[in-house]
């Protein structure tokens, strides 16, 4: 791994963990799935075009048009869609480190559904993750979280489960820009849906709410996605979640920092456990 990769993987990890951070904003102002739909309308078009100014096409391979519309469906329409909707009552943090664990589920569906060999290093990682996870919802949920936006998070990171595993395929072959535009352009599609069926267009216009906007869609939205799929492309898919394990103190500590959340003892001692635990699932791999 080179230093360009380890750039690249540090900026993924810290734009995505400040995803929560600003995601708990805007639905404090606006209604969540309008707001989604159209912050990834606004990115994808923006992706779309600044891959034509450079030279990119839509002649995407069949592997690639599947893996845009299942990254666009799993990733965008129900992970992001889920927990837009339950950070309206879950803390961002707390949202932030049940995605985190998404390379443990990677690791786990893949030694049970596929058969994938797991090493002994990789399955005290996994234990480890359950551990980390059982500390902070059991001192979550003494606390009183609201179990529906609980339920809508583990929905959430089973569906970015399921968008990861498809990721290789959408990035090789080229024209990656263009193929984030694509798969944000089908999350729109797909929750423009609930959000006319669903909900009013009631929102309170602030400074917050607008540099929040502007911020997700540009940086975790457009760039996070970009940089992601070009780590994937140039180190595989294996050596870059192994960024992941960054995700759950970065997550913590940008929702502490900003939004002033309480966190427990119970949580870091948590947060410390699932991060060795993703650390050790993906260095088994190696």
């Not at 030279?55 to 690639?64: I, K, Y």
């Not at 889920?82 to 932030?96: C, E, G, I, K, R």
């Not at 799929?229 to 294996?238: D, E, H, P, T």
Request: glycine letters at 12%; charged letters at 5%; a positive charge.
């Amino acid at each position: 791994m080179d230093i360009k990769a380890i750039l690249m993987g540090l900026a993924f990890a810290a734009m995505w963990s400040s995803a929560f951070t600003s995601a708990r904003v805007i639905v404090e102002y606006a209604p969540p799935l309008t707001a989604l739909a159209l912050r990834f309308l606004v990115s994808g078009l923006l992706g779309i075009l600044i891959a034509l100014a450079i030279g990119q096409t839509a002649r995407l391979s069949c592997r690639q048009w599947l893996g845009v519309l299942v990254f666009g469906l799993c990733q965008n329409a129900l992970y992001l869609g889920m927990n837009f909707v339950a950070m309206q009552t879950v803390p961002a943090s707390l949202a932030a480190i049940i995605a985190s664990t998404m390379p443990l589920l990677v690791a786990f569906v893949g030694w049970v559904i596929f058969g994938n060999k797991v090493k002994p290093l990789g399955l005290m990682g996994l234990i480890a993750g359950v551990i980390g996870v059982a500390l902070i919802m059991g001192a979550r949920l003494q606390g009183g979280v609201d179990m529906f936006g609980l339920i809508l998070c583990v929905i959430g990171v089973v569906s970015l489960t399921i968008a990861t595993l498809a990721v290789l395929g959408a990035s090789s072959g080229g024209n990656v820009l263009m193929i984030v535009g694509l798969q944000m352009l089908v999350g729109a599609t797909i929750l423009a849906v609930p959000a006319v069926i669903l909900e009013d267009w009631v929102v309170t216009w602030n400074w917050q709410l607008i540099v929040a906007f502007l911020y997700t869609t540009l940086v975790p939205g457009l760039a996070a996605t970009w940089v992601w799929f070009m780590l994937v492309g140039r180190i595989g898919a294996v050596k870059a979640s192994t960024f992941h394990f960054l995700n759950p103190f970065l997550g913590v500590a940008i929702a502490a920092a900003l939004l002033g959340e309480t966190i427990g003892w119970l949580d870091v001692i948590g947060v410390a456990i699932i991060a060795g635990g993703i650390l050790a699932v993906q260095l088994s791999k190696q």
